[in-house]
């Protein structure tokens, strides 16, 4: 999960505009919100990635609120699908639900591993 998220963050900076193009027209400073999601998920994918649980489940949350904050522009996607003609529909409708996958995939991130777990001394 780590590296996927690393990945993320790298192409906002690689396509930027591509990313600006898919920001709701509601939200003002689109540049500097991509660069900024870009950040967040590069450094909750580092997060996850580093042998530190507390970080680890830190990192988790964080792409947590992260999927929840860019969700509205899955759905601006949906909602002006004239505006993406080169995205099949299909592929809309779908990261909807792909996000609730990335969430639970990320949630998972968050749970104590048994052997920190209180009482648990092995």
Known sequence: MGTLYLAAGIA??????????????YLTAHHALVLISGVAEFAGGLGILLPY?????AAAWGII?????????NLWMLQHP?????????????????????IAWAWAYTRVPAAQRVGNQG
């Open 12 to 25: 906002h900076f690689v396509a930027t505009r591509t990313y600006e193009a898919i920001m709701p027209d």
């Open 53 to 57: 649980p507390k970080l680890n489940r």
């Open 82 to 102: 004239e505006r993406y003609a080169n995205i099949p529909l299909w592929v809309l409708w779908a990261r909807l639900p792909l996000q609730l996958v990335l």
């Open 65 to 73: 609120l992260l999927l929840i904050a860019v969700s509205p522009a």
